[in-house]
């Protein structure tokens, strides 16, 4: 009877245990579809928060199970952030989350430049840490969490107007290349982008059968085709640069992170 008592007592320490490790800071698969989702980022400092014209919120990637929020903050003067304490993050070899800069719109019209991280999420509904470093070197903790994900759809929650967006191009023997950030259009619910190559050899671009013609006659080929952020877009574009005229395969690819109005 001991024996029995004893076992099923070891097995239910050891059942919570495993649930707390699940919730102990160690990442758990994302509960959440491979996508960008408008996301709250909370946090337990009125000096560590999203930038007052975001309205609390950051853009949560899923790739491959795995997440990240892309978050700006009021200022520059936070200079490093760190998945985890502070005291880890003076250890030797500590992975530190370095800033990118936004441009950030506020609802007087003004316009400014902050600093913005791509924080990993390990889960979702639950804090974890998060600790930063300003401009002083003092290492700081925080406990921040992530809820409240809705899926983006960029267009049909884009309101109408110019934009510009981050774009990358792949294929093709390496040597192309086309303009970024492209120059943007929403209207109707519709997402337009400029292409603009570095050659002016480039005589069309067919996307999903269709083919469009360029609507420049001088300087750099350029083109006007419909874009869905954060996708693979397959492209085919006609180039008389070679002794014979040539269709070669392109993918653009644009970062619905980067949107930013004109």
């Given amino acids: 009877?001991?024996?029995?008592?004893l076992s099923g007592f070891l097995c239910l320490v050891f059942c919570v245990a495993l649930a707390a490790c699940g919730k102990g800071g160690t990442p758990q698969p994302a509960p959440l579809a491979d996508g960008m989702y408008s996301a709250d980022f909370n946090t337990d400092s009125t000096m560590f928060h999203v930038?007052?014209?975001n309205n609390g919120k950051g853009i949560l990637t899923v790739k491959d199970g795995q997440m990240t929020i892309h978050v700006a903050l009021p200022s520059k003067s936070i200079v490093n952030l760190f998945a985890g304490t502070a005291a880890d993050a003076q250890k030797d070899g500590a992975a530190l989350l370095?800033?990118?800069t936004d441009t950030v719109t506020y609802a007087?019209?003004?316009?400014?430049?902050?600093?913005?991280f791509d924080i990993p999420v390990p889960y979702l509904d639950e804090e974890f840490d998060c600790a930063l470093v300003g401009t002083k070197g003092v290492w700081y903790d925080h406990k921040?969490?992530?809820?409240?994900?809705?899926?983006?759809?960029?267009g049909a929650e884009v309101a109408d107007g110019d934009y510009t967006m981050s774009v990358t191009l792949t294929g093709g023997s390496g040597k192309a290349s086309v303009q970024s950030p492209a120059n943007v259009?929403?209207?109707d619910g519709a997402m337009t982008a400029e292409i603009v190559w570095s050659s002016s050899h480039y005589?069309?671009?067919?996307?999903?059968?269709?083919?469009y013609d360029p609507v420049n006659t001088e300087g750099n080929s350029t083109f006007l085709i419909p874009v869905t952020p954060d996708t693979d877009i397959t492209v085919q574009a006609l180039t008389t640069a070679m002794s014979e005229p040539h269709l070669i395969e392109y993918v653009l690819h644009?970062?619905?992170?980067?949107?930013?109005?004109k």
Avoid: C
């Fill in 1 to 5: 009877m001991m024996k029995k008592l």
């Fill in 51 to 53: 930038n007052e014209a």
């Fill in 98 to 100: 370095y800033p990118t």
């Fill in 108 to 116: 007087d019209g003004l316009t400014e430049e902050v600093h913005s």
């Fill in 144 to 154: 921040v969490s992530v809820s409240g994900p809705a899926p983006i759809t960029y």
């Fill in 185 to 187: 259009t929403v209207k």
């Fill in 203 to 211: 005589e069309y671009m067919t996307l999903d059968g269709v083919q």
């Fill in 254 to 261: 644009f970062d619905g992170s980067t949107l930013t109005e």
